[in-house]
C-alpha cells in the first residue's frame, strides 16, 4: 500500500516536476523504505527539476543530506 502511494507521488512529480516539497517527500520515502538508490535519484530529478531555481534547490539538497542522501 504504501510503495503504491509512493508510486503515485513519484508519477506525479514526472509529469509536473515543479513540486520541490513533493521532491523533499519522495526523497525522505524512498530513504525510510530503504530504497537508497531511488532516493538518490528522486534527489537528481528534483534538481534537475529546478535547475533555474537556486532557492529550491537549496532548500532539495538540505533536506536530502538531513535523511542522509546525497
Known amino acids: 500500500m504504501i510503495e503504491g502511494m509512493i ?3 513519484e508519477t506525479r512529480l514526472n509529469g509536473s516536476p515543479r513540486d520541490a516539497d513533493g521532491w523533499i517527500m519522495l526523497i525522505r520515502s524512498r530513504k525510510q523504505m530503504g530504497q ?3 532516493a538518490k535519484a528522486a534527489l537528481t ?3 534537475s527539476a ?3 531555481d537556486a ?3 537549496a532548500r532539495i ?3 536530502a ?3 542522509g542522501v546525497q
Open 7 to 9: 508510486g503515485k507521488l
Open 36 to 38: 537508497d538508490d531511488k
Open 45 to 47: 530529478h528534483g534538481l
Open 50 to 52: 529546478f535547475a533555474d
Open 55 to 57: 532557492a529550491a534547490r
Open 61 to 63: 539538497s538540505d533536506a
Open 65 to 67: 543530506r538531513t535523511y
